[in-house]
């Protein structure tokens, strides 16, 4: 054979190894493709080994990948196209392969796997973006139990919220076995059937805690006045440090100005012992505290992303101050084990806390923005899991 054509098959044995995911190469030459294998001759030339190998890891990829022929990831719909594509190569290389023309079989090959391995890598992200959801809504669930329990305790009728409860509860865990499955066209099916009983939920927890703060009032009303007037003090402290010409300035105090009007109605009904009045004007304000609290969490998230850009200047040292925090948060947690506390909810936090520095950090290093959402997101998990293991201690 000339040297040019063994150069190519060297080429291409290369571009076959960098393309083909970990382990699938040697695997997919045990288990060809029947009508492709049967069609092979016992004596074979280097090109048609190298064409019969490719046609059976392409054959794999398109195993694997098959199942969104009945499914899409919404997330990112150019994974689809990628899908198609790769099937177009897959079908050329085919033609080419039976026809003998093994070189152009190869090239087709190696371009379809090119586009599987794209198609993979998004179902993998799919997969675990779908996962880490799941594991976050069991904190959302604990939380709901609460105040089922705290309802129950109240003498409320609460049977229509454990049923939703339950019924909410089972449907992520079916979505998780789907994943484990690798079904990923029931894991879309059934993450979409479990959302809409966590709405339904929501919606009874919502009357429930109506209900509840009537019965608590009192207690109700005195803890909205006490944090009131720390977002209050908060808000003109902000307000007195920015530039008066800034473009949020008005926007700002126009809705400090609004919450402070509703806080001393609130704190007048109170002294007059009116609180079951009070909660109602609370339930009747809701879009005006709704969105002093949007204002002030947009403050704060202004400030911990300027603490973080500071802190990304230096990537070595935060990650190392990031890793040390992990680490003790960790032993913390091993201890109030050890001393019978329940601790399943702040390792799940803490867990989903490393994911989101790992990616953030990862993104950092290629100096992308989005870092700082991931790297905020495991601060906070980072933070109330310290804040759990301070108050068990």
């Known amino acids: 054979m000339p040297m040019r054509r063994w150069t190519a098959l060297l080429l291409s044995v290369v571009l076959v190894l960098s393309i083909v995911p970990l382990g699938l190469g040697s ?32 054959e794999r990829l398109h195993n694997m990948t098959s199942v969104l022929e009945n499914m899409s990831l919404p997330e990112n719909a150019n994974i689809m196209e990628r899908y198609r594509l790769a099937e177009e190569y897959r079908v050329r290389m085919e033609e080419a392969y039976r026809s003998g023309d ?33 594991e976050r ?7 709901a139990r609460r105040i089922i329990i705290k309802c129950d305790q109240a003498g409320m009728n609460t049977t229509p919220a454990w049923e939703l409860f339950n019924e909410t509860r089972e449907a992520y865990k079916l979505v998780m076995l789907d994943l484990k499955e690798r079904n990923f066209t029931k894991a879309e099916e059934d993450l979409k059937a479990a959302k809409d009983l966590r709405m339904k939920l929501d919606e009874e927890l919502k009357q429930l805690r109506e209900g509840l703060a009537y ?18 003090t908060f808000m003109e402290n902000v307000l007195a440090h920015i530039n008066g010409t800034a473009h949020n300035v008005t926007l700002l105090q126009e809705r400090l100005s609004n919450f402070e009007e509703l806080y001393d109605r609130v704190k007048e009904m109170s002294e007059a012992g009116n609180y079951t009045g009070a909660v109602t004007l609370l339930f009747e304000e809701r879009k005006t505290i709704r969105e002093f609290q949007i204002t002030v969490k947009h ?20 990650g190392k101050e990031i890793r040390e925090r992990l680490k003790e948060a960790t032993k913390g947690l091993e201890k109030l084990k050890r001393k019978g506390i329940n601790t399943r909810g ?4 803490l867990k989903a806390a490393a994911q989101e520095f790992r990616a953030g950090f990862e993104l950092a290093k290629r100096r992308d923005p989005s870092a700082k959402v991931h790297i905020e997101l495991g601060l906070k998990l980072l933070h109330e899991v310290e ?7």
């Open 27 to 58: 695997a997919s030459t045990t288990s060809p493709t029947p009508a492709i294998t049967e069609q092979s001759p016992t004596n074979t030339t280097p090109e048609e080994e190298l064409a019969h190998r490719i046609v059976s890891i392409v």
């Open 137 to 143: 809504v069991e904190d959302y669930l604990r939380n």
């Open 299 to 318: 403050v704060l998230k202004k400030a911990r992303e300027k603490k973080i850009k500071e802190k990304l200047k230096d990537l070595r040292a935060f």
């Open 215 to 232: 019965t608590n009032a009192e207690k109700i009303v005195n803890g909205f006045l006490k944090r009131g007037q720390k977002a209050i």
């Open 346 to 349: 702040a390792e799940i936090k």
């Open 387 to 393: 804040d759990f293991i301070v108050r068990n201690l």
């Open 102 to 134: 093994y070189p152009e079989a190869v090239t087709e090959g190696i371009l379809a796997m090119h586009q599987y391995k794209i198609v993979l890598r998004s179902m993998r992200q799919f997969r675990e973006r779908v996962r880490v959801s799941v």
